[in-house]
């Protein structure tokens, strides 16, 4: 199955696909889509920026464009819906949905949630609703997907915050962690410690910290820490640039500083990340 919505004027694309053909598997080496992965049965391995990640059965995983995705050619057990920011921009729409920093990010490791029997039954209702819609060549076909795909966005926040111990939290303080996340994508490669965010989100490094000690289980910190070394192993991994041009891309003045704290998070040196990977 590949079923697929081209707005050409806009250059809006959506795609609903079960990844039966070699067209479906050349989406994910394709630059600037988001991509939403149901296993529906069993389980499957997949390699993400360079780290494994078993999906299980009724386990959807959420990744951002910048994600490296591997998986077998042969499968038939995952669906995926796949859409570019000219389709639907989650930066832009983030006030419809609120899922920008919680099921896209570029944290360490992509975002994963799992559904109870209730929510595959609301999950495959979705899948029937895109097929039919995609089926239907209208005028205001677009618009129609964007509805459903607003609709699967904000179900899955919802249990993401339910699985990640968040639905007991205030609307204030789930936005704590959103708008943090979100500043980490948006200035991991020149502000690299928690102050920094702590300023911009007119807090104490102290109180932010005793915050996430709380109610998060990652430290800032170790947030920050993380979304560098995870960009970093993407640009070892998947780039021609030296370790020293990495270096720099990723706010260190020095490689050396950058060596030793590649090497504190990952157990290696990037170089001989690169060569073992």
């Known amino acids: 199955m590949k079923l697929d919505h081209h707005n050409i004027k806009e250059g809006g694309r959506f795609t609903v696909t079960s990844f039966q ?10 630059k600037g889509l988001y991509k939403i992965i149901w296993c529906t049965e069993g389980e499957e391995r997949l390699i993400i920026d360079g780290y494994e990640v078993v999906l299980k059965n009724n386990q959807v995983l959420f990744c951002i464009p910048e994600n490296r995705i591997v998986f077998p050619e042969h499968t038939n057990t995952l669906i995926a819906f796949i859409f570019n920011r000219e389709f639907y921009c989650i930066q832009h729409n983030d006030a419809e949905v609120s899922c920008m920093g919680l099921l896209f990010y570029g944290s360490s490791t992509a975002p994963v949630i799992e559904l109870n029997e209730k929510d595959q039954r609301s999950f495959n209702a979705m899948l029937v609703l895109f097929q039919e819609e995609l ?13 459903l795909l607003k609709r699967m966005l904000i179900t899955s926040t919802r249990l993401i915050k339910l699985q990640t111990n968040q639905a007991n939290l205030s ?6 962690i959103r708008k943090f996340n979100i500043l980490v994508e948006q200035y991991f490669k020149e502000k690299h410690q928690v102050v920094d ?21 990652n430290s800032p910190l170790k947030i920050i820490n993380e979304r560098i070394a995870a960009e970093a192993k993407r640009l070892l991994l998947y780039s021609d640039k030296s370790v020293e041009e990495i270096s720099y891309e990723l706010g260190y003045n020095e490689p050396s500083h950058f060596s030793k704290f590649f090497k504190t998070q990952v157990g290696v040196s990037p170089m001989l990340f690169r060569k073992q990977e």
């Open 135 to 147: 089926a239907t060549k209208d005028h205001i076909q677009g618009e129609m997907l964007r509805t």
């Open 21 to 30: 053909c070699g067209t479906s598997l050349q989406l994910l080496q394709e």
């Open 197 to 217: 965010y702590a300023d911009l989100l007119f807090k104490s490094p102290k109180t932010l910290s005793n915050f996430f000690k709380k109610h998060s289980a």
């Open 171 to 176: 609307v204030k303080q789930v936005e704590l």
